[in-house]
C-alpha cells in the first residue's frame, strides 16, 4: 500500500508569514512529486511539482525534496489570505503503477489579515 | 482553465439509477484519468487511458463502474445500480505523454439520495 502522509493541520499564519506544508511518502521507487492547490467546492489546481533532490522556487513558492528521507514540502512565503485553502500533496506510483498519482488527504491553510 | 471539461458539474440521482459522467481532455493529452474525492480525503485513483486503451483500473473500481475513451478523445464514466456511498466528487485529468503533470478538470460532483 502506497501511503502518502499529510501535516493534518489545520495551519493558521498571519498575512506576510511564511506556510511550511510537510508530506512524507512511502514508495522509494515514486519519481514525481506535486502540490495541488483546492479551494473548497472546487478541483484541484496544480502549482508545483518537483522531480530531483533540493529546492524548486516558482513565486511565492518553494517545493523542496529530500528522497532519502523520503520528504517533500512547499513553503509559501509572504502569505496572503487569498492562499487559503487545502493543499494536496501528490506522489507518482513509480514502478509498475507509474502515472496515476497517489494524495495525501490535504492540509488546510488559513492566511489571516 | 487546465482545458479538461467534464459535464454535468453536478448529478442529483436516486438510489439504483444509472449516471454517466463526461470528460473532454486537450488533444495533447494522450493520457487520461478519473478520481474520486469525498469529503476531507485527497483524490482516490480509479482508471487511466493511453489514447484509447484502458490500461489500470483501481480495486475501487467495481463491476458498477465502467470507463470508456474511444477514439482516444473523450472519456465517459458509468456507474450502474448507484449507492449512496457513491457520493462524491469525480475528477478526470488528463496529461501528456512523457510527463507527470496531470491537470484537473472541474468535477462532477454526484449526490446519490
Known amino acids: 500500500q502506497k501511503e502518502v502522509e499529510q501535516n493534518s493541520g489545520p495551519l493558521s499564519v498571519p498575512e506576510g508569514a511564511i506556510a511550511s506544508l510537510n508530506c512524507t511518502y512511502s514508495?522509494?521507487?515514486?519519481?514525481?512529486f506535486f502540490w495541488y492547490r483546492q479551494y473548497s467546492g472546487k478541483s484541484p489546481e496544480l502549482i508545483m511539482f518537483?522531480?530531483?533532490?533540493g529546492d524548486k522556487e516558482d513565486g511565492r513558492f518553494t517545493a523542496q525534496l529530500n528522497k532519502a528521507s523520503q520528504y517533500v514540502s512547499l513553503l509559501i512565503r509572504d502569505s496572503q489570505p487569498s492562499d487559503s485553502a487545502t493543499y494536496l500533496c501528490?506522489?507518482?506510483?513509480?514502478?509498475?503503477?507509474?502515472?496515476?498519482?497517489?494524495f495525501g488527504r490535504g492540509t488546510q491553510l488559513t492566511v489571516w489579515p | 482553465d487546465t482545458g479538461v471539461s467534464q459535464n454535468p458539474r453536478h448529478k442529483i440521482t436516486k438510489r439504483g439509477q444509472n449516471v454517466t459522467f463526461r470528460c473532454d481532455p486537450i488533444?495533447?493529452?494522450?493520457?487520461l484519468y478519473w478520481y474520486r474525492q469525498t469529503l476531507g480525503q485527497g483524490p482516490e485513483f480509479l482508471t487511466y487511458?493511453?489514447?484509447?486503451?484502458?490500461?489500470?483500473k483501481s480495486r475501487l473500481l467495481s463491476d458498477r463502474f465502467s470507463a470508456e475513451r474511444p477514439k482516444g478523445s473523450f472519456s465517459t464514466l458509468e456507474i450502474q445500480r448507484t449507492e449512496q456511498g457513491d457520493s462524491a466528487m469525480y475528477l478526470c485529468?488528463?496529461?501528456?505523454?512523457?510527463?507527470?503533470?496531470?491537470?484537473f478538470g472541474p468535477g462532477t460532483r454526484l449526490t446519490v439520495l
Open positions: 514508495d522509494r521507487g515514486s519519481q514525481s
Open positions: 518537483i522531480y530531483s533532490n
Open positions: 487511458f493511453q489514447n484509447e486503451a484502458q490500461l489500470e
Open positions: 485529468c488528463g496529461d501528456r505523454a512523457r510527463t507527470d503533470t496531470q491537470y
Open positions: 501528490a506522489v507518482n506510483g513509480g514502478g509498475s503503477t507509474l502515472g496515476r498519482l497517489y
Open positions: 488533444s495533447e493529452h494522450n493520457r
